[in-house]
C-alpha cells in the first residue's frame, strides 16, 4: 500500500479554474516536495514545504504536518498547467523520499 | 541552472544485451538517484549514492548496477536486458541541506524499450 496518495488521480478543467490536487500521507515525514511532469518526461521541483504555505506565481502549496495533508492550488488555470503533478514526502523509503502516483490534469482552452 | 543530462532520450534495446545508461550533473551535488517510472506505479527507486565510488540500493535494485566513478556521472547498468525493464528511467540529483531544505533536480529521462 503507497503510504502517500494523491487525489484525483485524474483531472479535466476549463481554462481559468481554480484547480486544487491533493496529498494525503501515512508516514512520518518532515517535508513534502510537489513535482511537475509535463509530457516528454522531465520533472520540475516546484516547492519544498515543512508547514504554513509557499506561492509562486499561480502556484500554492499548504501544508498540515500534524494533519499529514497537503495541496497544491492553481489560480487561472492554463492549458499549459496541463501535466502530472506529484506530492513526495521526506522521511520515508530507502533515499527518504516516499512518492505519490500522480495527478494528471488537463486543462482545456 | 543546474543540469541533470541524461545520455539518450530514447533506446531500443534487445533482451540479454547490456545497456548503459548515463546521467551527468553540473552542480557537484553529492547525492544521485535512479528511478524508473511506469504507468499506475508511479517513481521507484532502484540505486542511489551519497558519494563517489559509494551506491546503496533501493527499493527495486533486481537486475541493475550502477557506478559513480565521479561525482558528476552516475551510470545504471542492465547486466542483461528483459522486456521487463522497458520503463521510463528518471536520474536525479539533490543537493540536501536538511530535513526541511532540500533541492531535487531531474534529467530528461529515457524510455527504454527491451524487445
Known amino acids: 500500500k503507497n503510504e502517500v496518495e494523491q487525489s484525483p488521480q485524474n483531472l479535466t478543467a476549463q481554462e481559468g479554474e481554480f484547480i486544487t490536487i491533493n496529498c494525503s500521507y501515512s508516514?512520518?515525514?518532515?517535508?513534502l516536495h510537489w513535482l511537475q511532469q509535463h509530457p516528454g518526461g522531465g520533472i520540475v521541483s516546484l516547492f519544498m514545504?515543512?508547514?504554513g504555505k509557499k506561492k509562486h506565481g499561480r502556484l500554492i502549496a499548504t501544508i498540515n504536518i500534524q494533519e499529514k495533508h497537503s495541496s497544491l492550488h492553481i489560480t487561472a488555470s492554463h492549458p499549459r498547467d496541463s501535466a502530472v503533478y506529484i506530492c513526495?514526502?521526506?522521511?520515508?523509503?530507502?533515499?527518504?523520499?516516499?512518492f505519490g502516483k500522480g495527478t494528471h490534469l488537463i486543462i482545456q482552452p | 541552472d543546474v543540469k541533470v543530462t541524461q545520455s539518450s532520450r530514447y533506446l531500443v534495446k534487445r533482451t540479454g544485451e547490456k545497456v548503459f545508461l548515463e546521467c551527468v550533473q553540473d552542480?557537484?551535488?553529492?547525492?544521485m538517484f535512479w528511478y524508473r517510472q511506469d504507468p499506475g506505479l508511479g517513481l521507484r527507486l532502484i540505486y542511489f549514492?551519497?558519494?563517489?565510488?559509494?551506491?546503496e540500493k533501493g527499493d527495486i535494485p533486481e537486475g541493475y548496477s550502477v557506478s559513480r566513478e565521479k561525482k558528476e556521472r552516475f551510470s545504471l547498468i542492465l547486466e542483461s536486458a528483459s522486456t521487463n525493464q522497458t520503463s521510463m528511467y528518471l536520474c536525479?540529483?539533490?543537493?540536501?541541506?536538511?530535513?526541511?531544505?532540500?533541492?531535487?533536480?531531474f534529467g530528461s529521462g529515457t524510455q527504454l524499450s527491451v524487445l
Open positions: 508516514v512520518g515525514i518532515s517535508a
Open positions: 513526495a514526502g521526506r522521511g520515508g523509503g530507502a533515499d527518504g523520499l516516499t
Open positions: 552542480m557537484d551535488h553529492e547525492n
Open positions: 549514492s551519497y558519494d563517489v565510488k559509494m551506491k
Open positions: 536525479a540529483s539533490s543537493l540536501y541541506q536538511g530535513a526541511t531544505n532540500e533541492k531535487l533536480f
Open positions: 514545504l515543512s508547514s
